[in-house]
């Protein structure tokens, strides 16, 4: 499947949130430096809800075809009631 990708000028990637399967184009290799500052904004807010940015949620029961799919666990912010996919807990370091 990589090869395939990798001859449609795509990169064949596992998503590490939900673990489903991401086709990037190859075109896009290198990262800007706005695109970097983005996603160091990202890893900053990691932990808060999507909506309201509060960091108060609790652990939500996945349904039977989120089971099936293998979606990752997920939360339910106290605040705003809004369902989103648990954050994963990723050490920054310092570079």
């Known amino acids: 499947m990589y090869g395939l990708a990798k001859a449609f000028g795509y990169r064949l990637r596992i998503c590490s949130r939900c673990h489903r399967y991401r086709l990037l184009p190859?075109?896009?290799?290198?990262?800007?430096?706005q695109e970097e500052r983005q996603q160091r904004h990202e890893r900053e807010t990691?932990?808060?809800c999507p909506q309201c940015g509060k960091k108060d949620f609790r652990r939500s029961r996945r349904r039977w075809w989120e089971r099936l799919i293998m979606r990752g666990p997920m939360v339910r912010c106290r605040a705003c009631h809004t369902r989103f996919p648990m954050p994963r807990v990723e050490s920054i370091g310092t570079d």
């Not at 190859?26 to 430096?33: A, D, K, L």
Request: aromatic letters at 0%.
């Open 26 to 33: 190859r075109h896009g290799e290198r990262i800007s430096r």
């Open 46 to 48: 990691l932990g808060v």
